[in-house]
């Protein structure tokens, strides 16, 4: 999503890399047992919600996989359907019945039993339930029925053939306890314990602080290894690589080249570089609208018109930016699906491919009617001055090296640009409302593409109230179609040609660049844990998984061993938070619902 890097972290530039001495979050989890094993988590991220039905930042869906199972999952290591809490399923021949089995003997983290009313609980209220429908809504519109005919049966009735019926990214819920609920939209999901099925119970949870979960011992799978996860915030990256070089915490994601440069060869600590799943992009406005076709924000009416963008599409090179402010740990962007999923990624052929060329997009300027002024400056179709404001997060380490980039090359096609660096709530409120021109952007994809090809389409375009998950305000008639094909084709190859047809078009439309696949740089103590569950494995990440299986497989060391150092670390912890209780970033902000994925 354009806005959802809100959920990749608020990330601080390097310059001052290792030099932050004692920077930690605002607070600490409560001190546990001498001999429980505990993995501590440093985490930057902004959780937006962690009701299921609203969330939609990578930091809440990385706690929702956590606490609850979904119908099927996504194998650890080439990421294939497998079971969930079905164990079996079957399609009739007119492909439109799908009866799935429900495992037998589960039960949820309160003890109650799992059935398959649950599931059509689950779906049956993102059906009927608008607001539940918010942030995975997409995978149900097409259901027709939903019934469970037995406690381990559910039949789900579609009008059309689905695609994604083995991918339906849906936390499920336990009726028990969400039909007590009177206002979804409201309900926080902060009852501790949390009743959930995953491998995780969330215990504990102090708002720009930490979040504890403990390990479920009833989930189907078997206990975890590790007793505890705890997630601690801290204010930014570089204080979270400082605690993990004193052992406060056992576990860095989403750092940055230099964070990740500078921790090789430190003593006790491991890296993992993999291809990540994420996209990031550079958004052009092309008229932010409402489901119902009505304009909003203040974005600059020039950019309706798709040569505009093309022609600034065709000064972005995207291949400095991996170079310059990625250091080279990334994939230079061609497709809106990452090259980690393979089988649909895109990139454009040899003979169709604009490149990077200031002199020809100069030239289609010129012929489509923007002329310089004396400054140097064009002009749009209304004789004003073609100055764009460009918008980014001042948490992200990437947007400020890129937005000077950007500059740069845009002048030289004679379009004017003021950057606007903000906040990272401001960013996303900004992005809600429409009000830019220019944008980056982050979108997390999964291994079925349908949920990341949605939020381009007409459907998930914002209500007057802010209410959708667009990343930028699409709605194309020749992309809607071609979504609605894929969704209905159950022949994998042909879906994915249709897929490459659909990357394809937002490739003409040019409503956003995509400038990178980052890598994902993650470090960990190899003196507290020894090892993770990859997704996919070899090569994966261990955070921000399309499942649970890096924390689930998360094999600690020693217990004495990890209790010493964790437990000092833990007092460090403290004792700075205590003196540096500065403002958390954490920031629990309005949902970004016109953009997340993140779907993560």
Not at 246 to 265: C, H, I, Y
Not at 457 to 470: F, I, M, R, V
Not at 489 to 508: F, G, H, S
Not at 526 to 542: A, C
Request: glycine share 8%.
């Amino acid at each position: 999503m354009g806005f959802r890097r809100l959920a990749a972290g608020l990330v601080a530039t390097a310059l001052a890399l290792l030099g932050a001495s004692t920077a930690t979050g605002a607070g600490a989890p409560t001190a546990h047992a001498a001999d429980q094993k505990v993995l501590r988590v440093a985490v930057t991220t902004t959780v937006a919600s962690l009701n299921p039905f609203l969330a939609s930042h990578a930091a809440d869906t990385e706690f929702g996989r956590l606490m609850y199972e979904f119908l099927t999952a996504d194998d650890q290591k080439d990421q294939h359907p497998i079971g969930g809490l079905a164990d079996k399923w079957d399609v009739a021949k007119d492909n439109l019945t799908w009866t799935f089995h429900v495992r037998d003997g589960m039960t949820w983290s309160d003890r109650q039993p799992i059935t398959s009313r649950d599931i059509a609980y689950t779906y049956n209220l993102m059906l009927t339930n608008p607001t539940a429908g918010t942030a995975n809504g997409n995978f149900v519109k097409n259901f027709d029925t939903v019934t469970a005919p037995d406690e381990h049966t559910v039949v789900i009735k579609t009008k059309r053939p689905q695609a994604t019926m083995l991918a339906l990214d849906v936390p499920i819920v336990p009726e028990h306890v969400w039909s007590k609920v009177t206002d979804i939209g409201k309900y926080t999901n902060l009852q501790f314990p949390v009743v959930g099925s995953g491998p995780f119970v969330l215990t504990d949870y102090k708002q720009d602080q930490y979040a504890t979960l403990k390990a479920n011992p009833t989930f189907f799978r078997g206990r975890p290894a590790i007793d505890e996860l705890q997630f601690i915030h801290y204010d930014n990256p570089d204080a979270a690589v400082q605690g993990l070089l004193k052992g406060d915490v056992d576990l860095v994601s989403r750092l940055t080249p230099a964070q990740f440069n500078a921790l090789q060869g430190k003593p006790n600590i491991a890296l993992n570089k993999a291809q990540g799943h994420r996209l990031n992009d550079l958004l052009i406005n092309p008229g932010a609208q409402t489901n119902t076709h009505e304009r909003i924000g203040d974005g600059n009416p020039a950019l309706a018109d798709v040569t505009l963008r093309q022609a600034i599409a065709q000064a972005i090179d995207a291949k400095t930016l991996v170079d310059k402010v990625y250091g080279g740990y990334a994939e230079v962007g061609s497709g809106y699906i990452p090259p980690v999923f393979s089988q649909y990624h895109w990139s454009p052929p040899a003979d169709q491919e604009r490149g990077f060329d200031l002199a020809a997009a100069n030239r289609t300027l010129d012929a489509a009617g923007y002329p310089k002024g004396t400054d140097g400056i064009r002009v749009d179709k209304t004789g004003k001055p073609l100055t764009l404001r460009l918008l980014g997060d001042s948490g992200t380490a990437t947007d400020q090296p890129s937005s000077q980039y950007v500059k740069s090359w845009l002048g030289q096609i004679g379009i004017g640009v003021d950057v606007q660096m903000v906040s990272s709530d401001k960013f996303s409120d900004a992005g809600v409302a429409g009000r830019y021109d220019l944008a980056f952007g982050s979108w997390g994809a999964n291994p079925d593409p349908d949920a990341v090809l949605a939020v381009q389409t007409c459907a998930n375009l914002p209500d007057a109230a802010g209410n959708g998950n667009s990343e930028n305000f699409l709605c194309d008639p020749d992309y809607e179609r071609l979504y609605a094909e894929q969704s209905a084709e159950l022949d994998t190859a042909k879906r994915a040609e249709i897929v490459k047809q659909m990357q394809a078009r937002l490739y003409e439309l040019d409503t956003s660049v995509i400038t990178a696949y980052p890598n994902q740089l993650e470090a960990y103590r190899s003196d507290h844990v020894t090892g993770f569950g990859l997704q996919p494995d070899p090569g994966g990440v261990i955070t921000q998984q399309n499942g649970y299986w890096g924390y689930y497989y998360a094999k600690p060391a020693a217990a004495a061993e990890q209790s010493a150092g964790a437990g000092l670390g833990l007092l460090i912890g403290i004792a700075v938070a205590v003196v540096l209780v500065a403002g958390a970033a954490l920031l629990v902000v309005r949902r970004r619902r016109v953009n997340a994925d993140e779907r993560e």
